[in-house]
């Protein structure tokens, strides 16, 4: 196995935090059957953590000796992020030799590309401060550090850099001189006025590298809003190491209080999101509790951060103060929200969501009307559009030239109103004729 660079290491001597025992509370428990679980998902879920205690020890030695099917587990754990955390976790364990070579060699070419996108974040870093453009990282390799203590323990495909509106301009320009090149294309407006665009970030790509920087503008989108803009931030952020480097990082509240946003605006899908927050609770015992549960307040977030603690609680047995719980609140509605979005993380992967299930879910994530109002507005523009604007099936339809395309927008709505209508028929037909 390829060594790990002691410069990307952070000393693991520092205490952690003393935690809670079992769940508080068991509301809406009553008559609850939780779906059986595969042995492969609760071996990825058991090693979804650095620190591995005698009951998870046990329980990843039981797991492994099973009857385990390793082609799935190790898609499901690319697919969750935790490839790395697979390996470094049972990589003493007798497992069958071609699967240990093969996730050996994953987690080192991981920890490779980790270590090729953290110099370039640096560079980047200091390409922007030469220029004059504040620039703050909050993902990717500084997360790693940050919360993980060693960059190649967590999987990451891209580099979060958040820059103020009024730079995001200039910044793009210069990553467009660096070589990178748009991977999405911008509209007029996004591209001259970025400060009138709704759009939270650029997408620009290096593919012969293969490093994706993703350029912020705002932490999150209008529709799941986290209004807090980097000259906000800028007073308090604090300085930790990356790679021998000193570099700006947001505060470990103001970070948590980010994740659980982040995690809620993507439904949870994915059990790297709870490892995050588990991780980065643990590694900073330190936590102002008090000042987290008071942005969360402020910002609207106390059921994103409820969401985020419940997760990362019930699923890897993160523990915090009981005070903590106490100064939640946490409604019935949430804690049965959590339990819906742990019994859909391991869902078979050809199950779809469609717009109305993520329309359903984020409503319950907000507490506040004006968010609520928000993100209606958000879904109705989407269904509008959905209703709208022609898709591959409508272009099946007919071959037009370019010049008459406006009538595909025609035939979208005579298809629909044949399929929906023919529906509505035969369903009624069935209802008559059951008579």
Same mark, same amino acid.
């Given at each position: 196995?390829?060594?790990?660079?002691?410069?990307?290491? !952070? +000393?693991?001597?520092?205490? #952690?935090?003393?935690?809670?025992?079992?769940?508080?509370?068991?509301?809406?428990?009553?008559?609850?059957?939780?779906?059986?679980?595969?042995?492969?998902?609760?071996?990825?879920?058991?090693?979804?953590?650095?620190?591995?205690?005698?009951?998870?020890?046990?329980?990843?030695?039981? /797991?492994?000796?099973?009857?385990?099917?390793?082609?799935?587990? *190790?898609?499901?754990?690319?697919?969750?992020?935790?490839?790395? /955390?697979?390996?470094?976790?049972?990589?003493?364990?007798? %497992? +069958?030799?071609? =699967?240990?070579?093969?996730?050996?060699?994953?987690?080192?070419?991981?920890?490779?590309?980790?270590?090729?996108?953290?110099?370039?974040?640096?560079?980047?870093?200091?390409?922007?401060?030469?220029?004059? *453009?504040?620039?703050?990282?909050?993902?990717?390799?500084?997360?790693?550090?940050?919360?993980? $203590?060693?960059?190649?323990? $967590?999987?990451?495909?891209?580099?979060? *850099?958040? !820059?103020?509106?009024?730079?995001?301009?200039?910044?793009?320009?210069?990553? /467009?001189?660096?070589?990178?090149?748009?991977?999405?294309?911008?509209?007029?407006?996004?591209?001259?006025? +970025?400060?009138?665009?709704? #759009?939270?970030?650029? %997408?620009?790509?290096?593919?012969?590298?293969?490093?994706?920087?993703?350029?912020?503008?705002?932490?999150?989108?209008?529709?799941?809003?986290?209004?807090?803009?980097?000259?906000?931030? /800028?007073?308090?952020?604090?300085?930790?190491?990356?790679?021998?480097?000193? =570099?700006?990082?947001? +505060?470990?509240?103001?970070?948590?209080?980010?994740?659980?946003?982040?995690?809620?605006?993507?439904? @949870?899908?994915?059990?790297?999101?709870?490892?995050?927050?588990?991780?980065?609770?643990?590694?900073?015992?330190?936590?102002? @509790?008090?000042?987290?549960?008071?942005?969360?307040?402020?910002?609207?977030?106390?059921?994103?951060?409820?969401?985020?603690?419940?997760?990362?609680?019930?699923?890897?047995?993160?523990?915090?103060?009981?005070? !903590?719980?106490?100064?939640?609140?946490?409604?019935?509605?949430?804690?049965?929200?959590?339990?819906?979005?742990?019994?859909?993380?391991?869902?078979?992967?050809?199950?779809?969501?469609?717009?109305?299930?993520?329309?359903?879910?984020?409503?319950?994530?907000?507490?506040?009307?004006?968010?609520?109002?928000?993100?209606?507005?958000?879904?109705?523009?989407?269904?509008?559009?959905?209703?709208? =604007?022609?898709?591959?099936?409508?272009?099946?339809? !007919?071959?037009?030239?370019?010049?008459?395309?406006?009538?595909?927008?025609?035939?979208?709505?005579?298809?629909?109103?044949?399929?929906?209508?023919?529906?509505?028929?035969? %369903?009624?037909?069935?209802?008559?004729?059951?008579?």
């Amino acid at each position: 196995m390829s060594s790990i660079p002691r410069s990307l290491e !952070v +000393p693991s001597s520092e205490p #952690r935090l003393t935690l809670m025992t079992d769940r508080s509370t068991q509301l809406m428990r009553d008559g609850y059957q939780q779906p059986p679980s595969r042995p492969e998902t609760d071996l990825i879920t058991a090693c979804a953590r650095t620190n591995i205690d005698k009951n998870t020890e046990n329980k990843i030695a039981a /797991l492994v000796e099973s009857n385990i099917d390793w082609d799935y587990t *190790i898609e499901r754990a690319r697919q969750h992020g935790l490839l790395p /955390l697979l390996y470094w976790n049972i990589r003493s364990y007798a %497992i +069958p030799p071609a =699967v240990k070579n093969s996730l050996r060699e994953t987690f080192s070419q991981n920890a490779e590309f980790n270590l090729l996108r953290t110099k370039e974040l640096l560079l980047l870093l200091d390409l922007f401060e030469s220029h004059g *453009i504040p620039a703050l990282s909050f993902k990717g390799p500084l997360l790693a550090q940050r919360a993980y $203590r060693n960059v190649a323990l $967590r999987q990451f495909s891209d580099l979060d *850099i958040l !820059v103020q509106k009024r730079h995001l301009r200039k910044a793009r320009k210069l990553l /467009l001189l660096q070589g990178y090149k748009l991977g999405v294309e911008l509209s007029w407006l996004q591209l001259r006025f +970025p400060l009138l665009s709704q #759009r939270k970030d650029n %997408i620009l790509v290096d593919e012969n590298r293969r490093i994706v920087i993703e350029l912020h503008g705002q932490l999150s989108g209008s529709h799941f809003q986290f209004p807090l803009a980097l000259k906000d931030l /800028l007073p308090r952020l604090q300085t930790i190491y990356l790679g021998g480097k000193a =570099v700006r990082s947001l +505060p470990p509240e103001d970070l948590l209080s980010y994740l659980c946003l982040h995690g809620s605006r993507h439904c @949870w899908e994915r059990l790297l999101w709870v490892t995050d927050v588990a991780e980065l609770v643990q590694s900073n015992p330190e936590l102002r @509790w008090d000042l987290v549960l008071k942005q969360a307040e402020k910002l609207g977030g106390r059921r994103t951060l409820s969401l985020g603690l419940l997760m990362a609680r019930d699923l890897l047995g993160l523990r915090i103060p009981d005070d !903590v719980w106490q100064s939640l609140q946490i409604e019935p509605a949430t804690e049965l929200l959590a339990i819906d979005l742990q019994d859909s993380l391991f869902e078979p992967v050809a199950t779809e969501k469609g717009i109305s299930y993520w329309h359903q879910i984020h409503m319950r994530m907000r507490e506040r009307g004006s968010d609520r109002f928000r993100l209606r507005l958000h879904y109705y523009r989407r269904y509008l559009r959905l209703a709208l =604007v022609p898709n591959e099936r409508d272009h099946a339809l !007919v071959e037009l030239p370019r010049g008459l395309s406006f009538l595909y927008y025609a035939l979208r709505w005579l298809r629909l109103l044949n399929q929906y209508a023919g529906s509505s028929f035969r %369903i009624s037909k069935r209802n008559a004729d059951s008579r």
